[in-house]
């Protein structure tokens, strides 16, 4: 069983995760029914540079999972506080095979943690279509679904 060891760091740590994230971004548009073309046009430095505003205001931070090991990062959560102070869970991703090691459960517990400590007054995330199987990990930590979101896609009508 591999031995992992938790960091964290904050927006100067952001590309740390950049292969992490591709790989995350690859995952979701193999899930997205109608918005791959979408997801296929997003770069690690658009993301990087919509994290960093949202976090001007308030704060970020990018917790770590590292094999021992190996020394590889298998694993990140991005988590960020805005001007509002409303903390939400921007990203995370875990290597196929480090899942069901509860790495998940403890990036989530500590960026909770932090939300807590900050005090974020409201917590969130967002889970694209086709995702839906996380619910059961969110729901662990008190998260629902509350509004769907539907969005136009091509700005035209179909038959």
């Known amino acids: 069983m591999a031995k992992i060891e938790y960091s964290h760091t904050d927006e100067q740590g952001l590309d740390l995760v950049a292969g992490l994230w591709q790989k995350q971004l690859e995952y979701h548009k ?5 918005f791959s073309g ?19 205001e308030g704060a970020i931070r990018i917790d770590l999972a590292r094999d021992t090991d190996t020394g590889e990062l298998v694993g990140y959560c991005i988590s960020t506080i805005n001007g509002d102070r409303q903390g939400e869970i921007e990203s995370i991703y875990i290597e196929p095979d480090y899942r069901g090691l509860d790495i998940g459960d403890n990036l989530m517990k500590k960026a ?3 939300m807590d400590e900050y005090p974020a ?7 694209g279509a086709g995702n839906e199987e996380v619910f059961a990990f969110y729901s662990r930590y008190n998260f629902y679904p509350r509004t769907t979101i539907l969005e136009q896609i091509d700005g035209g009508e179909r038959d």
């Open 30 to 34: 193999a899930l997205s029914q109608h």
């Open 38 to 56: 979408r997801l296929g046009s997003m770069t690690f430095d658009l993301r990087k540079k919509g994290l960093l505003e949202k976090s001007r």
């Open 112 to 114: 909770l943690h932090w």
């Open 121 to 127: 007054t409201r917590k969130v995330l967002a889970v």
